[in-house]
């Protein structure tokens, strides 16, 4: 019991595990890591939605975490051409389509 007591009491960077028979320090928690996982994530996402293209949109020109400067991020939608797709998207033509089933649409 009290092995199990003073192990709950150790720092993150010097918890081990067993991996294989012998034990192995856990790596400490960084912004590094946090950005792998992140990065990792949205990959996964992307796969899984199978967009045509990626736009990046900065919310604030301060880069201040959690605020959105709404005008900057409209005027940025309406220049990448965001806006105008939308518009015709929502009047019933396609978007995009597959270079293989425009030729069978056409040919």
Same mark, same amino acid.
């Given at each position: @019991? !009290?092995?199990?007591?003073? !192990?709950? @009491? %150790?720092?993150?960077?010097?918890? %081990?595990?067993? *991996? ?33 293209? *990626?736009?990046?949109? %900065?919310?604030?020109?301060?880069? *201040? ?11 940025? @939608?309406?220049?990448?051409? *965001?806006? !105008? ?21 056409? @040919?």
């Amino acid at each position: @019991l !009290e092995r199990a007591v003073t !192990e709950g @009491l %150790k720092s993150p960077s010097e918890q %081990k595990r067993q *991996v294989g028979g012998r034990a192995k320090t856990l790596k400490p928690h960084t912004v590094a890591t946090d950005f792998k996982s992140q990065l990792e994530s949205l990959v996964t996402k992307m796969k899984q939605a199978g967009p045509h293209f *990626v736009r990046c949109i %900065k919310p604030n020109p301060e880069k *201040v975490p959690g605020h959105v400067d709404r005008q900057l991020v409209v005027e940025q @939608l309406r220049s990448g051409g *965001v806006i !105008e797709a939308l518009q015709v998207q929502r009047a019933g033509f396609p978007c995009r389509s597959p270079v293989k089933t425009c030729w069978k649409d056409f @040919l």
